[in-house]
């Protein structure tokens, strides 16, 4: 993360010049909201080959977690991913003139086609995901060894799932 500053930099002056919020609460929050920089920001450099966002790879990749025909509508791809109906409707359409997806009608509501996922795009989902799982396991690699990486895991899925479940 170039020209920023680092955690310990951020926590230490907030430390110094704003104690109030210099909390473990606040600390991990600023820590997981660089972890999810730096994952990001490995994601682009491996999704890059692949001429694909983000927003585009998880509309794929959610795909490709279906079961056979593996086609979900608008609707409820937008509720399966983190991004905008109206992002949604402009990814949707970048990832048909590709042929990554087609639009199918959809019998039971006129006003809405089903998005499926091609062969192509099913292969294109599988290879880009491979290369993120690459970049995460290298970036992971550097900040926990095996056991720790588990107990990271398994503190974050308890954390998510109790803050999910309330």
Same mark, same amino acid.
């Given at each position: 993360?170039?020209?920023?500053?680092?955690?310990?930099?951020?926590?230490?002056? &907030?430390?110094?010049?704003? $104690?109030?919020?210099?909390?473990?609460? !606040?600390?991990?929050?600023?820590?997981?909201?660089?972890?999810?920089?730096?994952?990001?920001?490995?994601?682009?450099?491996?999704?890059? $080959?692949?001429?694909?966002?983000? &927003?585009?790879? =998880?509309?794929?990749?959610?795909?490709?977690?279906? $079961?056979?025909?593996?086609?979900?509508? $608008?609707?409820?791809?937008?509720?399966?991913?983190?991004?905008?109906?109206?992002?949604?409707?402009?990814?949707?359409?970048?990832?048909?003139?590709?042929?990554?997806?087609?639009?199918?009608?959809? =019998?039971?509501?006129?006003?809405?086609?089903?998005?499926?996922?091609? &062969?192509?795009?099913?292969?294109? &989902?599988?290879?880009?995901?491979?290369?993120?799982?690459?970049?995460?396991?290298?970036?992971?690699?550097?900040?926990?060894?095996?056991?720790?990486? !588990?107990?990271?895991?398994?503190?974050?899925?308890?954390?998510?799932?109790?803050?999910?479940?309330?």
């Amino acid at each position: 993360m170039e020209n920023k500053h680092s955690i310990a930099e951020l926590i230490h002056r &907030a430390q110094r010049h704003w $104690p109030e919020i210099a909390t473990p609460e !606040n600390d991990i929050a600023l820590c997981l909201i660089r972890l999810h920089d730096l994952a990001m920001e490995q994601s682009a450099l491996r999704l890059a $080959p692949f001429e694909l966002s983000q &927003a585009a790879f =998880e509309v794929l990749v959610t795909l490709r977690s279906l $079961p056979h025909p593996r086609m979900l509508t $608008p609707t409820e791809l937008y509720h399966a991913v983190l991004i905008t109906s109206g992002g949604m409707t402009k990814i949707l359409k970048h990832l048909e003139i590709r042929g990554d997806i087609e639009r199918l009608e959809n =019998e039971q509501d006129k006003r809405s086609k089903y998005v499926k996922l091609t &062969a192509q795009g099913c292969e294109l &989902a599988e290879k880009a995901m491979q290369a993120v799982n690459e970049g995460d396991h290298l970036l992971l690699e550097k900040a926990f060894d095996t056991d720790e990486l !588990n107990q990271f895991r398994q503190l974050l899925l308890t954390a998510v799932h109790r803050l999910e479940s309330t």
